[in-house]
């Protein structure tokens, strides 16, 4: 069974591999395009870019930062847009414009003293599989290049259609840190 149907059919749960790489994430880091957004780039009559980022996704990016697991963005993109919703986020790292990635990673390792394995990345296309390759918990969107596949733990949920919640969840359900944020909310 593929990784992706298993965690289809599992729901929440991760393969028990996943599950312990998930248990080891120390920092987030994220791609933005097709990742936290769709992959499309809408543009309006003065060709200003317009993206759409879920609510939702930015909720699990707080509930990671609270839990002590800080988030990044790695983007290609140097958008208005995206820079607004990482400061808005409280985003610890935020690298846009960035066309080596992998060398983005090292830097961010080397500065916060975190190791590849203690990594989780969240990406969509060919530019992020230096990264995916590197770290110990990459995953990738339903809709992602079908060459990462192989490298990734694909869940069901499109870029920009709560992937990077679902993907969240699963790193705080595995650290056990699930029940304190619920419990935040008197569930």
């Given amino acids: 069974m593929s990784l992706e149907k298993h965690t289809r059919a599992a729901g929440a749960g991760l393969p028990e591999s996943w599950e312990k790489a998930a248990r080891k994430v ?18 309006d009559d003065r060709g200003v870019r317009l993206r759409a980022f879920s609510t939702r996704d930015g909720a699990a990016i707080q509930w990671l930062s609270r839990s002590g ?10 958008d208005p847009s995206t820079r607004r ?27 916060r003293g975190v190791l590849p394995d203690e990594v989780a990345y ?10 995916l390759q590197s770290v110990g918990f990459p995953s990738c969107p339903a809709d992602a290049a079908p060459e ?28 056990g840190r699930w029940d304190g944020i619920l419990s935040g909310y008197g569930l």
Avoid at 92 to 110: F, M, N, P
Avoid at 122 to 131: A, I
């Fill in 85 to 111: 919703r990482g400061e808005d986020l409280g985003v610890a790292e935020l690298h846009l414009g960035v066309h080596d990635k992998l060398q983005t990673l090292r830097s961010i390792l080397d500065r």
């Fill in 148 to 175: 990462l596949a192989a490298r990734c733990l694909m869940l069901p949920h499109r870029g920009g259609e709560g992937f990077f919640r679902v993907a969240a969840e699963a790193i705080l359900k595995a650290q």
């Fill in 69 to 78: 697991i800080p988030v990044g963005f790695i983007s290609a993109l140097d």
């Fill in 26 to 43: 120390k920092l987030v880091l994220t791609d933005v395009d097709g990742v936290l957004t769709s992959s499309h780039v809408i543009y």
């Fill in 122 to 131: 969240f990406g969509d296309d060919l530019l992020d599989f230096p990264v």
